[in-house]
């Protein structure tokens, strides 16, 4: 019972944690004039959820996000924010345009929206059970939901990926040509 | 081990959405409105997992792993049209980007 009950602070203080460190990162992101350092930010933002995953059991969801977000896609970011130059943007001077302020209104109404919807829908009934089985969350789980009950969506993945691969491929070689155009007529 | 309800992973989820939005609507810089929304998408990702908690259910797991693969794409498509934007040299601005308004 005590050993429980220990247990259970440390999952508070660890919530607790990683809670306010996503808070905080996530408030920086937007923030920071400097992309750079708003990319390192939302590094720790992923880092901190994969935290957060694990708190909920979603184990192989955690690894994925540290692996794919944190490691593969934060790479690609800092990629180009090197090769464009870090571009100095200071996002609250010049006072309060009115542009500001309804971003502001509109996404302070949203949070509220979503804190309003869940109070009221299901504020008692959302404090889920004590236990889970042991296979909950683990990658042979998930791999056998995937290729058995939810087969469709993992071949569409596959085939959004490629979209988006053969995307990219063609955003870059088309201005090559483009520019390359030009440089021939001029 | 109990630790917090799934109401406030919910909390947690709804904020990350709500500075996510507003990195999109008052940010200039395409690449930090890409990175806003990369922050709105793991908070819908945030609540998916803590649902997929509570009802003991692997589809939300599997939802939110589908999420990490469209924001993966996303980012591809978005970085190279960032990467298009600066070869032709025109300015990373999405207020001064405004040549297919109608």
Redesign the interface.
Known sequence: MILASAGNIVVWIVWVGAGFACLASGAAVVSFSNPFYSALALIGNLGSLAVLYLLLSAEFVAAAQVLVYAGAVMVMFLFVIAYVGPRMETPWAGGPSWQSVAAVLAAASIFLEIIVAVALKAGGRLSHSDHVNSTFGTPGWIGRLFLTDHLLAFEITSIVLLVAAVGGVILGSHTQRRSGEEASTS | ???????????????????????V?????P??V???L??ML?GG??AL??F???A?N??G??????V??????????G??????I???RLA?DVDQLSELRG
Do not use: D
């Open positions: 081990m109990s630790g917090p309800g799934v109401a406030w992973y919910l909390g947690i989820a709804a904020f990350l959405f709500g500075t996510g939005a507003l990195g609507l008052v940010r200039r810089n690449i930090i890409l990175l806003s990369e922050i793991n990702n945030l997992i803590a997929s908690r509570h003991h692997g589809a797991q599997i939802f939110a792993l589908a990490m693969a469209v924001a993966a794409s996303e980012v591809c498509v970085l190279g049209l960032v990467v298009a600066h070869r032709r990373l």
